[in-house]
């Protein structure tokens, strides 16, 4: 299994991604986790992270990890979905899927100043969706194991 955690640790709101993947390397999780606080996986370095996935990975199950925006009464919650998810997809980028599973923390609303939203986010609100997508991909990869 692989975890690529997608964030920066610049941005409150977009800072679960890396968040998680320190939380999963701390926690000795038995699978590849790419993408950390010390080391997070953005839009200037993800294509780097898709080519060495496709090398190294291509029989591993992917497991896509970002920060999103979504409906108000979704906020602060945890979506899972088939078929990986599209990172800087609450912008309306139009990048190709990544991974096989998508993991996405609901962190403000998809109207109006998408990235003043990101920027404003509350630290303990984005520390606690963070420490629920660890469960959830913990889980994931102890049923792998």
């Known amino acids: 299994m692989v975890f690529v955690c997608i964030g920066t640790p610049r ?3 977009d800072s679960v991604g890396p968040r998680v993947g320190s939380m ?10 790419y993408g950390t606080l010390e080391k997070p996986i953005t839009a200037l370095n993800l294509h780097l992270y898709r080519k ?12 896509a990890i970002d920060a999103t925006m979504g409906d108000i009464a979704d906020i602060g919650t945890v979506k899972l979905t088939d078929g990986g998810l599209r990172p800087a997809g609450a912008f309306r980028n ?9 993991i996405m923390a609901i962190v403000g609303e998809k109207e109006g100043d998408m990235l003043l939203q990101l ?8 520390a606690t ?3 629920d997508v660890c469960r959830i991909a913990e889980t994931a990869a102890a049923g792998i194991a």
């Open 24 to 33: 999963l390397k701390k926690a000795g999780v038995q699978a590849f986790v």
């Open 129 to 131: 969706l963070a420490e």
């Open 119 to 126: 920027k404003v986010a509350d630290e303990q609100f984005v």
């Open 52 to 63: 060495m996935i496709a090398t190294y990975h291509r029989s591993d199950i992917v497991v």
């Open 94 to 102: 139009r990048s190709a899927k990544l991974g096989d599973i998508g």
């Open 11 to 13: 941005i409150i709101g």
